[in-house]
């Protein structure tokens, strides 16, 4: 393969407007590859650390200068004259010059978005997309898509503790119609909204519909009247991501749940009655990112959705072989940028494959467009993927990829999940 030649970076901005690492890495071929690390709003403690400048002047302190100079000024002279083709040499000399344990000194942004242009420069010199440089070959299924249409949080007088209520489309006949139904659900949604609140239903942070109650089985009963009036029942599931370590109290060990704060057991007995009434594929960090002792409770009540693990895990090898053996969850979401490198992700994701634990690739809130995400859930052949409300541009540029690659890719379909399916 061909050797590096230079590596360079600047600071640019994501979809919520905060500013970003972009790198470049050019092969001495004449090939580039460019990479950049989304963030996210709902963020675990133990992800790859974000570096930024805390200058309060430019964008609130959000600036990564810092992390820019540390590409321009380490990374990247570290790399310069070694073999592309070599992704897990690349990334363990970069994790190697941080040595930490959260890549804080260099910047897990700045590592993640090096990692990235490696990969596809890499993939460039092979002359595929970068899905088949990681497949080794064409693909011959894309995941079903989940869809976050209603958004959790801080609405006014609403607080609702559940981050993300998500429909999955799993029973369409393709993956062409079950965008199609994610987008008609988002906006069939609205209407039910619109009665239900007798007024306009705001935009939620990620783009789907605020929350309209503190109650999550109110939310879900609304969803499920959209899917009866439109026909969709048979079609489509629910998903949830409570996020709950946004909303627990460690001193008191307490959860908020519908305007009152309750402990591990009465979260988990909830959760359960709403999996028995509803169709939930899976249920993600319904507890604390080091509720340790409670997780493998969750996973033995809730026998209709599968608990997944995701400020729990953070795509770190370490924390998912804890969470195997002690049989927390039945798999995690798989953010790259949370672990900082393309090869600690791929490795997570290989040694849940190999003990029969799901990888559910997903963006972050701070997406950017052509998220090298996509190339995983597509290349690794993942049975779901977590996608955003189908409103702003970085999402649909997600789904616009699974469909294309669908297309491009002979004999490819939509993954069939009916066996992950419980309820």
């Known amino acids: 393969m061909a050797k590096i ?36 709003s709902s963020v675990g403690r133990f992800e790859a650390a974000v570096l930024r400048d805390g200058d309060p ?22 790399l310069i004259g070694m073999d592309i083709g070599d992704q897990r040499a690349l990334d363990e000399r970069m994790i190697g010059l941080d040595g930490t344990p959260d890549k804080s000194r260099l910047g897990g942004n700045a590592i993640y978005s090096a990692s990235i242009a490696c990969l596809r420069a890499a993939a460039a010199c092979a002359g595929v997309p970068v899905y088949r440089h990681l497949k080794g070959g064409p693909v011959r299924s894309v995941p079903v898509p989940a869809f976050n249409i209603v958004n959790g949080g801080r609405y006014g007088d609403v607080i609702l503790a559940f981050n993300e209520f998500l429909v999955v489309p799993h029973r369409a006949a393709g993956i062409c119609e079950a965008v199609e139904i994610g987008v008609k659900c988002l906006a069939a949604l609205g209407d039910v909204l619109r009665r239900y609140l007798k007024a306009e239903p705001m935009v939620g942070r990620s783009y789907g519909w605020a929350a309209p109650s503190e109650d999550p089985e109110v ?9 009866a009036e439109n026909g969709w029942l048979d079609q489509v599931a629910f998903a949830l991501d409570c996020a709950s370590s946004e909303m627990y109290d460690a001193a008191s060990r307490t959860y908020l749940l519908k305007g009152k704060r309750v402990d591990a057991t009465e979260l988990i007995g909830f959760a359960k009655r709403l999996s028995e009434k509803y169709p939930l594929v ?14 493998p409770v969750a996973s033995r009540e809730i026998t209709r959705s599968l608990m997944i693990g995701d400020d729990l895990t953070v795509s770190n090898l370490a924390r998912i072989r804890r969470a195997y053996e002690s049989g927390a969850v039945r798999g995690f979401i798989l953010k790259p940028n949370q672990v900082g490198t393309v090869t600690e992700a791929l490795d997570a994701h290989a040694y849940a494959r190999e003990r029969g634990m799901l990888s559910i690739p997903s963006g972050r809130a701070g997406g950017v467009v052509d998220d090298v995400v996509m190339d995983f859930s597509v290349g690794l052949e993942v049975p779901l993927q977590k ?37």
């Open 5 to 40: 030649t230079e590596v360079t970076a600047r600071q640019l901005i994501d979809c919520k407007c905060r500013p970003l690492v972009e790198v470049d890495v050019l092969t001495d071929d004449g090939h580039l590859g460019r990479g950049s690390a989304p963030t996210g």
């Open 57 to 78: 002047a430019e964008y609130g302190g959000l600036g990564v200068h810092k992390a820019v100079e540390n590409v321009k000024r380490i990374l990247g002279p570290a």
């Open 219 to 227: 939310v879900l009963g609304l969803m499920r009247d959209m899917l």
């Open 282 to 295: 899976f249920i993600e960090d319904l507890l604390d990112e080091e509720d340790w002792d409670n997780y």
């Open 387 to 423: 996608n955003g409300a189908p409103r702003s541009g970085e999402r649909i540029d997600k789904l616009n990829f699974l469909m294309r690659a669908a297309d491009l890719n002979d004999g490819c379909r939509m993954c069939d999940i009916s066996g992950l399916a419980r309820f």
